[in-house]
């Protein structure tokens, strides 16, 4: 069975990367959603309630499996025998963050290999920054963030 892994920060989850995981579970048998976090950001939500998000937004995607790691995402990989990261592509700027931690990735293991996924036309200005942002002004997140989580999104930010 061919594997991969989808990782991402995911706080919160947009439709954005619901859209990507979508796709990616669609050419895989099965699919790791890993909730990594990122050195350079802040979480808004713990690691639990993320994949606790995740899995509830999800529930219709048989081939996957949502969990985490605090280790480097390609260790990961190799740990579960996953040659194939998928990764989402927005903008430039996404680019040139992708291009360095493929070359990272591709140090520590040669046999991962990195597939880029492009938003849907609608997604691509999605980002959680944006996101939190809107909660914070009051406005209607609805197109952005799967229904399943907008009250937990605005629950939490509005604090």
Request: hydrophobic share 40%; glycine share 2%; no cysteine.
């Amino acid at each position: 069975m061919n594997k991969a892994l989808y990782p991402g920060t995911f706080d919160p989850l947009t439709i954005g990367h619901l859209d990507v995981i979508k796709r990616a579970a669609r050419l895989v048998g099965e699919l790791h959603v890993v909730v990594a976090d990122n050195v350079r950001k802040t979480p808004t939500f713990s690691t639990a309630e993320r994949i606790e998000m995740i899995q509830r937004v999800t529930t219709d995607i048989q081939n996957i499996i949502v969990t985490s790691t605090t280790d480097l995402v390609v260790r990961y990989a190799q740990k579960h025998d996953i040659n194939l990261m998928i990764r989402g592509l927005r903008n430039i700027q996404d680019y040139e963050n992708e291009y360095m931690l493929f070359q990272f990735n591709r140090n520590i293991n040669r046999n991962i290999e990195t597939m880029i996924l492009f938003p849907s036309s609608r997604n691509h200005f999605v980002s959680s920054s944006a996101i939190k942002e809107l909660v914070l002004h009051h406005a209607d997140i609805s197109p952005y963030v799967p229904k399943e989580i907008i009250r937990d999104v605005q629950d939490r930010l509005r604090k």
